[in-house]
């Protein structure tokens, strides 16, 4: 009998009506002739809620305690669903992270899966009960309660459906598919039925927000395949998987990424140890940099851009402008005033000219590109703001048919 | 160095401003140089409101994930009550029911406790840690979660002081401790500053709800002394204890309880069976009969008189007259216009004429008894509803001075 793991997130279950339909969703899965196992987040808002709490007692909650607190949040979802299972004539164990056999580090607040003991999950399937495992949680080796972090409950059901060695692990969000580009502003966006974890990684890197990374990664590490597709929409979804290069599609999503800033060192000398410098600082206050651009030198000195996430923009600009005065820069700008859009596609490793392709869309559509970096299945370019959404769809017109 | 465990019910967490205040009693009491556990309850009317959430999805839930779901209460409070605990510069370990080693039977709702492993919570201790536990919830041995019930929490506190071998538990409440009556309908009442085992087991069941009379019953049954005190009015509070009934106040308490009803048969053929008939049926329905009054036979009929409490009344009395029908009696009638007096004390098996005193007080003031129960250590009276305070008033006046 096939095992299929299915993953409910927050706004699948914010409401105990959702939860009723969410429940006839499992059931009739089950009743296909399935094993079936669901792993739930908390509620909705519930866990905004309980971050509110804490704040009012601890303005900075130990990450211990805070774990054992938002815990709670996916207990009480795996009560629920498992009441509403039970409510349409079925039998349902639901299980909290650690009685599911859910091992994990030490790490509080982002704990890593160290090792799932599949036992109780296997002996309640084996009674014929739906199984109903409660996501973001599971126990140290200490005995401690912990929780993933962001986007874990799409990790704990990546990994129990690999543990169980399942047939497939359906995430069930709020939109039905991964799309070739953002539907809002591409209308004739359309979703990708089978993309490789590479692209979903670059994609979730580059402003596309579908699932955390971690979870793909570790999918992509345990090679286990998964769809991500709607709670309340029918739709195929978009399966996840290893895909050869060589198949891949040449482009498989445009994305746009409104949310970066762009700091310019205007005449940094060029010598070694100025970029480790400069990045090291960055680093070390933990901020991201995305796309580097480093021009090519005149005169012993070099103008040097890189981008931020825009949240980021400030603390950034200080230090770069402390460390451009020691470094006797001419001057170091700032500029959010930005947009970054990106190609993506396993297939470009294999196909040439996929960035001539992109340049020339761009340019027919008289939008000036600032900087370029590419890897081996991505291209970005930061344009204007104002021009990002002509320019996504610019490109998504020359590239998805 | 003392080991002290506390309790603190749901009205003492209601909210974060009453858990910070909790959390410096807390370390207060550990700054004192005592080891500190402490059990919690669930805050204020959270449980109210995962019960709402679980009809809402289920007209009648299933009890194991009923447990799971309410076991999520108390684990809130654990988690803020640690918080704000370390907030206050100590360390606090927080921990669940099936982490404290709490391990039930399996009957969900109820389960009743089977052992305590106090590993973990000696551990804790041993580090210099204040030990907060889930109150309410434990474990089963099939590693399911399990809730202990109406007055759980405080089971749980009177069990792990017992398991401990503590110095002393204390039940903080809303009330500064047990008192001789209500105090408001007798002003004069006061604290009763120790108090036996079974005079606390006769006050809760006749009206006076300090406690359940569960955990009485197990503190009694394994010889753990408790006190009763108020969590944010300073008072010595009620001790609990094991009391020599040569020694013990001839009447402790006076209460009333003016949630009775009474159902009567009259002319009752007076012949065996006929209670075991009444009772029986009365029995299967759940119904607990009170007091039981039957008259002295006079050719061959006699009256039988009982009181239940006055939200089983429409069942009993429908079960009662079906059978005044069948047995036939000359007519069933029910009341629900009366109110029971009840003195309780230890002394009384060593001091006769306590029966009298009641009923003479309870004369001076025309009060009219209409029926009458004894066990070895209190007198109830049953008398109108609109005389059930006079009553009070004018007994408690009688004994306690």
């Known amino acids: 009998m096939p095992v299929i793991v299915q993953k409910y997130g927050g706004s699948s279950v914010a409401d105990t009506e959702k939860i009723k339909r969410v429940a006839e969703k499992i059931v009739n899965t089950y009743k296909n002739g399935n094993k079936v196992v669901v792993v739930v987040s908390a509620m909705g808002k519930s866990t905004d809620n309980l971050i ?112 169980l060695k399942a047939d497939i692990c359906e995430i069930y969000t709020d939109v039905p598919g991964v799309f070739t580009a953002d539907p809002n502003i591409v209308p004739d966006a359309r979703i990708i039925p ?46 996840v998987t290893e895909v050869d290069f060589k198949e891949g599609a040449v482009v498989s999503s445009v994305t746009l990424d409104e949310k970066q800033a762009k700091i310019t060192f205007f005449n940094v000398p060029d010598k070694p140890g100025i970029a480790a410098r400069i990045f090291g600082a960055l680093g070390e206050a933990s901020i991201n940099v995305d796309v580097i651009v480093q021009n090519v030198s005149t005169s012993g000195y070099t103008d040097l851009s890189f981008t931020v996430n825009i949240s980021d923009l400030e603390k950034a600009f200080e230090i770069s402008k402390t460390i451009g005065a020691e470094l006797g820069c001419k001057s170091v700008t700032s500029d959010n005033d930005i947009a970054k859009i990106t190609v993506i596609g ?52 020359e590239f998805i048919k």
């Not at 596309?208 to 029918?234: C, G, L, N, W």
């Not at 960035?355 to 939008?367: D, G, H, P, T, V």
């Open 194 to 239: 089978v993309i490789s974890y590479q692209e979903m990684l670059e994609m979730a890197s580059t402003g596309a927000k579908v699932m955390q990374s971690r979870a793909v990664e570790f999918a992509q590490k345990y090679h286990i395949p998964f769809v991500v597709k709607s709670t309340f929409i029918d739709s195929g979804g978009t399966m």
């Open 52 to 163: 509110n709490l804490a704040k009012q007692v601890h303005d900075s909650p130990p990450t211990r305690e805070m774990d054992l607190l938002l815990s709670t949040g996916e207990i009480v979802s795996v009560a629920l669903l498992c009441m509403a299972i039970e409510k349409l004539g079925y039998e349902a164990e639901g299980l909290p992270g650690f009685l599911a056999g859910i091992r994990t580090d030490s790490t509080h607040t982002k704990a890593r899966i160290r090792a799932i003991d599949t036992r109780r999950i296997l002996e309640e399937l084996k009674k014929g009960k739906i199984v109903v495992i409660a996501g973001f949680q599971g126990i140290s080796m200490e005995e401690n309660i912990t929780t993933l972090g962001r986007g874990g409950s799409d990790l704990t059901a990546i990994a129990i459906a690999g543990a």
């Open 346 to 397: 396993l297939g470009m490793m294999n196909h040439p000219g996929v960035a001539a392709r992109m340049f020339k869309a761009l340019a027919e559509s008289n939008i000036n590109i600032e900087m370029i970096s590419t890897s081996e299945i991505k291209i970005s370019c930061i344009v204007r703001k104002q021009d990002g959404q002509k320019a996504l769809k610019a490109v998504h017109k």
